[in-house]
């Protein structure tokens, strides 16, 4: 082990810190169940499943704030025997580093989780926006047979927002950086979370290491993660290539998959482009026609009643219960709607959930905001 000069304890092994982090990350998790079990005392299960979010937080500050905040040791690190200090001069870290320690390890990734869907719904908006406006520019070129200069341009640059439009969770995902930070701590031993690489915090024994008591590092992990990601850049940018000329003979064509519907009115068929085709709804100046437009554009007749009544027992009564409660709030089910893998929950309940965490809650199969399907008439 190297030594310092400004002190004579060595740094800690990464063995010994990713076993402090795990010693620190169970305690966590039982205070983590002791406040939820005191919410849902308080305030009921709807409460404490609404704001599991907030309690994982306030559990985790409650825990750093503390023993890390006020200069203690945590568990995990009393566990270990070992202590973190400044990288620059091995001495205990000051109140501003170690507040900024905490709060960049658990307010950042929550503050960024809660911004990051809104985020992505507005690119993801305005970059179809723009592709729908490429299509038409290029559909007149095409008509008019003019230079292809404008037009050349026109589809590198709808086929880079293209690419961003499907790859945009990945883009502006911060796995990667997370990925990329744990890898570099497999190799050097240092730096365990991101947030400690920031405010350069590194973590020392405090009692002298014998070669007896020396520990293999974790290189073999390092090595295989980097690896992994260089393979996936590898599938990611083969993948990338095979598709770029389906995306641009789709451009140069018009506007890809579409179908022409009611007067002239092209819908995407595109599975990705649920606002485009959502925004037709708002953009119509007469919302009285669409049973009929929808009959007309699809053949399809409807009928004056209703064909099932959802407020008979009878109609509904397989959900279970005379009550029918949703499974998320336990209350008395309120605009009942149903996943792609047949549960039935509230609206609210199952979108708020979906929108969180894209799976269904009780059989965690795969479930997004707009494959739900309200049962209404």
């Not at 998320?328 to 609210?348: A, Q, R």
């Amino acid at each position: 082990m190297t030594s310092s000069i400004a002190y004579n304890y060595p740094f800690a092994a990464s063995p010994d810190i990713i076993r402090s982090h795990q010693k620190d990350a169970y305690f966590s998790y039982h205070l983590l169940e002791q406040l939820s079990t005191l919410l849902r005392k308080i305030y009921g299960a709807r409460f404490a499943h609404t704001y599991t979010s907030e309690a994982r937080v306030f559990s985790e500050l409650l825990y750093l704030g503390l023993t890390t905040l006020i200069g203690n040791r945590t568990l995990g690190e009393e566990y270990c025997d070992i202590i973190q200090v400044e990288r620059e001069n091995g001495q205990l870290p000051t109140l501003g580093r170690r507040t900024g320690y905490i709060l960049s390890c658990i307010l950042g990734p929550y503050l960024l989780g809660k911004a990051l869907p809104a985020f992505r719904r507005r690119i993801r908006a305005k970059l179809e926006a723009n592709l729908r406006r490429y299509a038409r520019v290029q559909a007149k070129h095409n008509q008019s047979e003019k230079s292809g200069t404008r037009a050349t341009s026109t589809s590198i640059g709808a086929c880079v927002q293209n690419y961003i439009l499907q790859n945009l969770d990945t883009i502006t995902s911060p796995s990667p950086l997370y990925a990329l930070s744990l890898a570099t701590f497999y190799f050097s031993g240092s730096y365990y979370h991101l947030s400690k690489r920031i405010w350069s915090l590194r973590y020392i024994f405090t009692r002298q290491v014998s070669e007896s008591d020396q520990r293999v590092g974790y290189e073999v992990l390092g090595v295989l993660l980097a690896l992994q990601m260089i393979v996936q850049a590898y599938l990611h940018l083969q993948n990338t290539l095979s598709s770029s000329t389906v995306s641009t003979a789709a451009l140069g064509a018009g506007t890809g998959p579409t179908a022409v519907v009611g007067g002239g009115v092209e819908v995407s068929l595109d599975p990705n482009s649920y606002s485009a085709n959502n925004a037709l709804l708002f953009e119509s100046a007469n919302p009285s026609s669409y049973p009929s437009d929808l009959q007309k554009w699809t053949q399809t007749p409807v009928s004056d009643n209703p064909r099932y009544e959802l407020s008979n027992e009878r109609t509904m009564g397989w959900i279970g219960g005379t009550g029918r409660k949703c499974t998320l709030c336990l209350e008395e089910m309120n605009d009942p709607s149903v996943t792609t893998c047949g549960h039935v929950f509230c609206w609210i309940c199952i979108s708020d959930w979906a929108k969180e965490k894209p799976e269904c809650p009780l059989c965690r199969q795969a479930c997004l905001v707009q494959h739900v399907l309200p049962l209404r008439c």
